[in-house]
Nanobody, 115 residues
Framework: QVQLVESGGGLVQAGGSLRLSCVASGNIFSFNAMGWYRQAPGKQRELVAAITRYGSLNYADSVKGRFTISRDNAKNTVYLQMNSLKPEDTAVYYC?????????WGQGTQATVSS
């Protein structure tokens, strides 16, 4: 059973930065991709950023140029560096590990951006 544990959320002012971490219990290279999703109150969960096993990147248009996803295979950890944060980035951020057969999810970490 794969477990994903997120950390790094918190409260920050607009224009500030946060760095989220997701530690996986298994070898992250075994997953086709890992990513970060977010869900704001009253909204659907949406993809923020993803990185494939071989390093291809994908970002939501709303975060391009501000957020950076990266991975450390040796630490089984995926990061999301969030800069120039805006109030509309406020959400619960979830780590995801994708395989062709199943998606694993973390418990989520809250990021709140005040104006």
């Amino acid at each position: 059973q794969v477990q994903l544990v997120e950390s790094g959320g918190g409260l920050v002012q607009a224009g500030g930065s946060l760095r989220l971490s997701c530690v996986a219990s298994g070898n992250i290279f075994s997953f086709n991709a890992m990513g970060w999703y977010r869900q704001a109150p009253g909204k659907q969960r949406e993809l923020v950023a993803a990185i494939t096993r071989y390093g291809s990147l994908n970002y939501a248009d709303s975060v391009k140029g501000r957020f950076t996803i990266s991975r450390d295979n040796a630490k089984n950890t995926v990061y999301l560096q969030m800069n120039s944060l805006k109030p509309e980035d406020t959400a619960v951020y979830y780590c995801n590990a994708h395989t062709p057969y199943f998606d694993y999810w973390g418990q989520g970490t809250q990021a709140t951006v005040s104006s």
